[in-house]
């Protein structure tokens, strides 16, 4: 079956403590990205993947890291957790945009909260 | 820069209720326009998509029509149902500006009474 995985689903840890949320797919897609859902905000993306070794800044990075070893996986990791991060977070894959646009694929979502 | 506006929630509707909920967009170029919808607990999926003017996506009984000339992409749902309740996300993606995301409106949360 085709599809996106988080882990974890929901995550309460504490300001600073380091946490990594994985996420991996399973359709071969180049693009990754993460993003995050706050009411009223609709989705934000916090970083974009084009393929292996290559990511970029989407409109909200502060805060977050990533990286792209495989192309499968797409981790985003939290250095030093602060309460304004306490959101949903949703991983999404595709295939690179073609004329008519594109379809991104998301994962479940991992609810987090800092306190 | 591209937005995507959509009619705030959340809309509570009777079975069998004629729906609408309205988008509208800015966008440099030509974009691609779709509405996903996140059921609860779940990640979000595409409902539909529409790549050029005057297009019509459909699907599970929603339509929605691609206006230039208003820059809206409404959906419409003739008569809906209780599994129908959801949010709904209207977005979209512009080649010419950003290859790589999809912007997405504010999301409408639509219940639906037996």
């Known amino acids: 079956e085709a599809q996106v995985t988080q882990n974890p689903r929901y995550l309460i840890t504490v300001t600073g403590k380091k946490l990594t949320v994985t996420c991996s797919q399973n359709m071969n897609h180049e693009y990754m990205s993460w993003y995050r859902q706050d009411p009223g905000l609709g989705l934000r993306q916090i970083y974009y993947?084009?393929?292996?070794?290559?990511?970029d800044k989407g409109d909200v990075p502060e805060g977050y890291k990533v990286s792209r070893k495989e192309k499968r996986n797409f981790p985003l990791i939290l250095e030093s957790p602060s309460p304004n991060q306490t959101s949903l977070y949703f991983c999404?894959?595709?295939?690179?945009?073609?004329?008519?646009?594109?379809?991104?694929?998301f994962g479940p979502g991992t609810r987090l909260t800092v306190t | 820069g591209d937005s995507v506006t959509q009619m705030e929630g959340p809309v509570t509707l009777s079975e069998e209720a004629f729906l609408t909920i309205n988008c509208t967009y800015t966008a440099t170029g030509y974009p691609s326009l779709f509405w996903y919808v996140q059921y609860p607990g779940e990640g979000l999926q595409l409902l539909l998509k529409a790549t050029k003017a005057d297009d019509k996506g459909s699907n599970k009984g929603f339509e929605a029509t691609y206006r230039k000339e208003t820059t809206s992409f409404h959906l419409e749902k003739g008569s809906v149902q209780v599994s129908d309740s959801a949010v709904y996300f209207c977005?979209?993606?512009?080649?010419?500006?950003?290859?790589?995301?999809?912007?997405f409106g504010s999301g409408t949360r639509l219940s639906i009474r037996p």
């Open positions: 993947s084009m393929n292996v070794e290559v990511t």
């Open positions: 977005a979209l993606s512009d080649l010419l500006s950003s290859a790589s995301k999809i912007i």
């Open positions: 999404a894959s595709s295939d690179p945009p073609s004329g008519g646009g594109y379809e991104q694929y």
